[in-house]
Each structure stands twice: as structure tokens, then as C-alpha cells.
């Protein structure tokens, strides 16, 4: 199967810092999505994103999809920033009915 | 607006003792449910999936079964709970080809 790796699988912050966590993957994907797991365990949806560049506030993220990988910017980090952030892929061939396959998650930590 | 519930919110059931989750979507019809778990340690793990009633595909083979007995219901059932089963299982839909949207989780220790 496809294999999505990401890093750093943890990161420690001082509040105001900026960061840039990285997702590749194995194969051709159609889709990419950007969640972060809050404490109480729910996935928000951050981002969106097979190919280009989108901004939401102080996120944005890019995906080149021909080299497959995905990058996540957090900019001016704040203490509700703290979580796991996943990245996910749908494979790009066949009828994979919309299968997301996660990577490990990459923990981050904002100090005040 | 579409929403996603799930419940219980926590559980905890003894090992040998029968399991049922739930998981309902508001607000749009004809979606694709999922159900992953997410073991201690961080990754998500597929483990059924569904594009319309009585339709269930299995990701991986377990202790565990799936039914889709309403389009926007989605249950996860298992006849005799194991140790291995606990874990944090989520609900996700999607409208097909799109991004996948997830429901607040169920905390299941199996004792």
C-alpha cells in the first residue's frame, strides 16, 4: 500500500515561533487533506489540498503533487496550536471509493 | 450544514461482552461512511467502509463488523470484545470524491 510518512513526529515551540511539518508520499494521490486532533480527540479539517497553495489565517499549505509531497506552515504559533497534526492521502488510481491513508501524526507542543 | 454524531462518547465493556457504536450524519443524503481506529500512538486505521445502504466493505479482517442499515446510519458491532479492541473509533463521511469529515470519536477500553 501507499506509505505516508511525516515529520518532524514531534516538535516543541516558544508561543510566537513559526514551523513547517512535512508529509511525503509513495504514490500518485488524488486527494491530500491537513487535520489537526484536538486534546479531546476530534480531527478538524485544516486544509484541503491535492495540488497548489491555500492560506486559512496564520496556516497555509502546499502540495506538489508531481513530487510528492505536502507541506503545512504554522506561523506566529499560539498554545491552542498544540495537538497532532495528520496528514492523509487518497491513492490516484482506481476506484478507491475516497480511502483515506494517514501518516503517523506529527506531535506539536506551544510553550506560553 | 452537515453534522456527524457518534455515541457513545466513552465506553467501557469487559472482554467476551458484545459491542455496538453508532454513528448518524445530518444533513446531506447518499454518503460514504467510514469507520477507523486509532490504537494508543497516533495513526488512523481504516477498518470498513460504505457507499449506500447494506453496502460494507472490510479494510481489515478483525473482530469486528459494520452495517448500514439507513442511508445516514453506520454501525459498528462486534459479538465478543477482545483486549485488542480497545481504542479510539472514529466516523467519517464524504460526499464521494471530496474530503472526508469526522465525528467527535468513541473512547472504547475493553477491561
Known amino acids: 500500500g501507499i506509505q505516508v510518512e511525516q515529520s518532524p513526529p514531534d516538535l516543541i515551540l516558544q508561543e510566537g515561533a513559526n514551523s513547517t511539518l512535512r508529509c511525503n508520499f509513495s504514490d500518485s494521490v488524488n486527494n491530500l487533506q491537513w487535520f489537526h486532533q484536538n486534546p479531546w480527540g476530534q480531527l478538524i479539517n485544516l486544509f484541503y489540498?491535492?495540488?497548489g497553495t491555500k492560506q486559512n489565517g496564520r496556516l497555509s499549505a502546499t502540495t506538489v503533487a508531481t513530487e510528492r509531497y505536502s507541506l503545512l506552515y504554522i506561523s506566529s504559533s499560539q498554545t491552542t496550536d498544540s495537538g497532532v497534526y495528520f496528514c492523509?492521502?487518497?491513492?490516484?488510481?482506481?476506484?478507491?471509493?475516497?480511502?483515506?491513508?494517514f501518516g503517523r501524526g506529527t506531535q506539536l507542543t506551544v510553550w506560553p | 450544514s452537515q453534522t456527524i454524531h457518534q455515541w457513545p462518547a466513552t465506553l467501557v465493556q469487559p472482554v467476551g461482552s458484545p459491542l455496538s457504536l453508532e454513528c448518524t450524519v445530518e444533513g446531506t443524503s447518499n454518503p460514504n461512511l467510514y469507520w477507523y481506529r486509532q490504537a494508543a500512538g497516533r495513526g488512523l486505521q481504516l477498518l470498513f467502509y460504505?457507499?449506500?445502504?447494506?453496502?460494507i466493505s472490510s479494510e481489515v479482517p478483525q473482530n469486528l463488523s459494520a452495517s448500514r442499515p439507513q442511508d445516514r446510519q453506520f454501525i459498528l458491532s462486534s459479538k465478543k470484545l477482545l483486549l485488542s479492541d480497545s481504542g479510539f473509533y472514529l466516523c467519517a463521511w464524504s460526499p464521494g470524491e471530496y474530503e472526508q469529515y469526522f465525528g467527535p470519536g468513541t473512547r472504547l477500553t475493553v477491561t
Open positions: 460504505s457507499v449506500g445502504i447494506g453496502q
Open positions: 492523509a492521502v487518497e491513492l490516484g488510481r482506481g476506484s478507491t471509493l475516497g480511502r483515506l491513508y
Open positions: 489540498i491535492p495540488s
